[in-house]
């Protein structure tokens, strides 16, 4: 434990030092955005210089004095043989300092990173106490005491939010906080955890799916949070109302993942919004819909409210340039009033390498899926889909949880949807044309399906996989439809 967080650990001067942080909680994201974007370049420049030493940095053709549009978009197939074979040639640091980070994989397979340890630390410091402020913010007050229990379900190391854990408080302590449960703990023992000890909480990182399907029914009665993240955002949107009937509080949530590591914190006028830190990392957004794939991408300055836009990410501590991210936000706001920021709020919107071709003449993608959903009124709290051959032809099933009663058969719903492809996609309507048939199929599942499936899922960020999902994943969620 280092001399600060011992210090901490001392009720009165834990006390003096809470009140004053809680003062200046959000002066970073108070500054102009404009300055706060000017500030990235002397450390955008200081990693050039780094990086045109290592293989990375020569097969990217980066220079000390190279410009961010210079530099070709990179994915993880680029990084994924200097991850899975290190040499201490292509990496900035000496790779004793990089962290070994997994990924769940939902389509079957798991993906390696690593990460400088350097760039977690930091994030730890300046990111995640925001994080925490943000958290316990009631729209009026910071209403966060010291030692407040915090309730953390985290997967444990390798996946990120177990190593960040591990690397921020070996003691399992943290400054003003009491930290619960045990991170090695099953998954299982620590929702227990909750259930036994929620009236003793004071705020929750969990996930949605847990509360609704486990949490609450057990639990009955109403408890009081101060305040609650939850990372499985649809299946929280979905169930807002029914978690804010037993939590006292409106849910908050931010965006991480592992290559962008934690660069977001909570927003507190808009609830499961969230803005992005410049501090962590260099954030481009290429606008999405038609004709837009070939538009430059904007900064953070000119995203437009309303908008739906493509990551692109680059870390200015390590050696992700220009990664696209395949994840879509949506920009909901330009500022938070209550925290005094101009920085825009965002929501997230969906995967973009989700693609799935039925015969060969179409593909589809799960935006274009998110959007046919919401133009024939059909509410969800999440979907995923499977391709299947069947007396010739290939249909794209659609296994949708919607978020209430539907008036509507599943074969109607089917040709609804159908009928919105048909009209907006010419290769869907040239494949429906040339074989005479309707390639939709859907079954409507029942609720809390997709909440039973996510608790059972591991990793830091577990998330449906809509596209591509592997046949033991699917296994596992059909198994579960009928579960109470």
Known sequence: MGILERLMQVPTLGKFTLERLKTNAFVSFQIPLEKALENQTHK?????????????GKKLGIHKESNIPEIPYTDYAFYEPFFNSPSPSSFMYPLEEYAKIQTSGTTGKSKTFLIPRKAMRKALRETALPVIFALFHDGKKITMEYGDTFYLNLGPAPYLSGSMFNMGSKEKRAPFL???????LSYKEKVDYFILNCKKIDAAWIMASSLVTQVIPAVKESIQLKGLILMDDLVAKAYKEEIIKFTGVSPKTCFASTETVSPTIP?????????????????EFKPMGKDK???????????EVGKVYRLIYTDLIGEITRYDTANSFRCIAKG???IQTDFPVFEYHSRLDSIIAIMNFTRIGEDELLEAFRRIGLQITDFTTKLRTEGGHEYLYLYVEPTGKNSNSNEDLAKEIHQYLYSSNPDYKMLADSFAY???????????????????????FPKVCRIGISDDEFERLMSLKLCK
């Open 336 to 338: 938070d009033e209550i």
């Open 178 to 184: 009491k930290l619960v449960p045990n991170i090695n």
């Open 44 to 56: 955008l420049n200081r990693k050039f210089q780094r990086m045109e030493k290592t293989d990375i």
């Open 293 to 303: 794939s070939e538009e430059e991408p904007v900064g953070l300055q000119e995203v």
């Open 267 to 283: 927003s507190v006028k808009h609830s499961m919004g969230f803005i992005f830190d410049p501090r962590r990392g260099v954030f």
């Open 438 to 460: 309707i390639p939709i199929k859907l079954e409507l599942l029942p609720k809390k399906t997709f909440a039973n499936y996510l608790e059972t899922r591991n990793g830091a």
